[in-house]
């Protein structure tokens, strides 16, 4: 399996009334209009806050598999956000002579 859920826990996380949480998201907005550009056709639930906060006032819709691909570009940022928040500082280059700390000789 690529992209998607392959190398995610998400799946795990989720409650065990994921199906229940849906049907209310579905009863609350039956158009699906995606809570990111407005627009119907949302066809993924999506967490509007990261995290695991499954409440149903966190979740709503979200165009994934159809344009404009909304949750994709979300997730993707904060993707990005995260690595960046996690990355570690620069190293310096092992063959790097410091001047400032050279020996006078």
């Known amino acids: 399996m690529s992209g998607g859920w392959a190398r995610s826990t998400r799946k795990a996380r989720l409650?065990?009334?994921w199906r229940a949480l849906r049907a209310e998201a579905h009863r609350r907005n039956p158009e699906h209009i995606c809570h990111i550009c407005g627009q119907?056709?949302?066809?993924?639930?999506?967490?509007?806050q990261p995290g695991d906060n499954h409440h149903i006032d966190n979740?709503?819709?979200a165009h994934d598999r159809t344009p404009p691909y909304c949750h994709r570009?979300?997730?993707s940022r904060e993707g990005?956000?995260?690595?960046?928040?996690?990355?570690r500082p620069?190293?310096?280059h092992p063959?790097?002579?410091d001047p400032t700390?050279?020996?006078p000789s």
């Open 90 to 92: 620069p190293e310096p």
């Open 80 to 87: 990005n956000a995260a690595r960046a928040r996690n990355a």
């Open 15 to 17: 409650p065990s009334n």
């Open 101 to 103: 700390e050279r020996n």
């Open 73 to 75: 570009l979300k997730s």
């Open 59 to 61: 979740l709503d819709w």
């Open 40 to 48: 119907p056709g949302g066809d993924a639930l999506d967490h509007k």
């Open 95 to 97: 063959g790097y002579i």
